[in-house]
């Protein structure tokens, strides 16, 4: 009788006993939510560089002797002068802070185009759009041909030769072309001189005339004078790249100057780098540490995150100078607190800021 009784207690359990097992594998906690990311902050740089070429003039040997000019190189080079550098921030999503917002934060949270948290609760949350920016590379010619050297003369290259050779042409000896150049912008100061005095023959009708003699004078001396002091011409280049720092600020290069190829990758090892640097503000970040710990156990269940961004002061570095500053807000310099639980419960709209991730605004509604 007893082994019966066993038996039959035995029967009764078990389906309890299933009935149990079954319901606490069905049901999950808070297993499903809605899957977002906060910003961070990007640097977009612009820079405009200027290529300076040098071609000495052909007869740069004879700059001292004939005019009195000291000091004349007379080797071509190339330098890259940095002329205005801009900088300006942009955010996108961060892919070392992604969260799940879970439970009643995600029924309510709102997202940006890009995936970026927000506002939770609200419908007057301020969406961005996403705007792509083309970073492209344009050179402009900002004087003339260096290479007219070869080409500039007032002296014929032959001159007829006589009975003694038989009236073939002769080439005209260097020395004899070169005097006659400095001839040329002799004259040419000289008639500078005569005019601006009053002294030349013949008076100018009116002052536009007087000016245009005065601009044609001076536009024949320079063309002379580059045969012997040579000539620089300059190309702007224009070049603008985006760069997202990482979160302790790393000092690094960002591109480089090449003599040869101008604004070139940070990759290309043929050029001078240019570097970034980041002052970040110690100080402030301690403090927003110190304060976003709660004491809260349930904090952060929800899986609803913000950011409090960091201050940092940027310095683009070139050859030991420092060619441009800025002091902007970086969110991934800051800290990342969750959201308090009191405030996701349907009670309160929150709005979030686009570009940082930080609370932009609590309302009670």
């Not at 007219?148 to 003369?153: D, E, R, V, W």
């Amino acid at each position: 009788m007893k082994f019966i009784a066993l038996i039959i207690g035995i029967v009764l359990v078990l389906p309890v006993y299933g009935q149990r097992k079954k319901d606490e594998t069905v049901i999950p906690a808070f297993s499903e939510g809605v899957v977002y990311s906060l910003p961070r902050t990007g640097i977009r740089v612009k820079v405009k560089a200027v290529k300076e070429t040098f071609i000495p003039g052909p007869y740069a040997a004879y700059a001292e002797q004939l005019l009195g000019i000291k000091n004349v190189k007379n080797r071509p080079s190339v330098n890259w002068v940095i002329e205005d550098v801009n900088i300006d921030v942009f955010s996108e999503p961060d892919p070392e802070q992604v969260y799940k917002a879970l439970g009643e934060g995600a029924a309510l949270v709102s997202l940006s185009s890009d995936g970026c948290i927000a506002g939770i609760n609200c419908t007057s949350a301020n969406i961005k759009t996403v705007e792509v920016v083309t970073h492209n590379v344009r050179k402009k010619n900002k004087s003339g041909d260096i290479s007219l050297f070869q080409y500039f003369t007032d002296s014929p290259i032959y001159i007829a030769g006589d009975s003694a050779n038989n009236y073939r042409p002769v080439k005209l000896p260097d020395e004899q072309k070169i005097s006659k150049a400095a001839q040329r912008i002799l004259e040419s100061r000289r008639l500078q001189y005569e005019i601006a005095a009053g002294l030349a023959d013949e008076f100018h009708p009116d002052g536009e005339a007087y000016k245009v003699s005065l601009e044609e004078l001076k536009k024949i001396e320079n063309n002379y004078i580059c045969l012997f002091v040579g000539k620089t011409t300059y190309n702007m280049e224009t070049f603008g790249l985006d760069y997202v720092p990482k979160g302790g600020g790393k000092s690094e290069a960002i591109f480089r100057i090449s003599e040869e190829n101008g604004i070139v990758p940070a990759t290309d090892l043929s050029g001078k780098p240019v570097m970034i640097d980041f002052e970040i503000d110690n100080e402030l970040v301690q403090k927003y540490n110190g304060l976003a710990k709660s004491d809260n156990p349930a904090s952060g269940e929800s899986g609803v995150f913000y950011r409090i961004p960091g201050r940092a002061t940027i310095r683009l570095i070139y050859d030991m100078n420092v060619i441009a500053t800025a002091r902007v807000t970086v969110a991934q310099f800051g800290t990342v607190a969750p959201v308090p639980e009191s405030l996701l419960f349907g009670g309160h709209a929150i709005v979030f800021n686009n570009e940082t991730g930080a609370i932009q605004s609590v309302l009670k509604k």
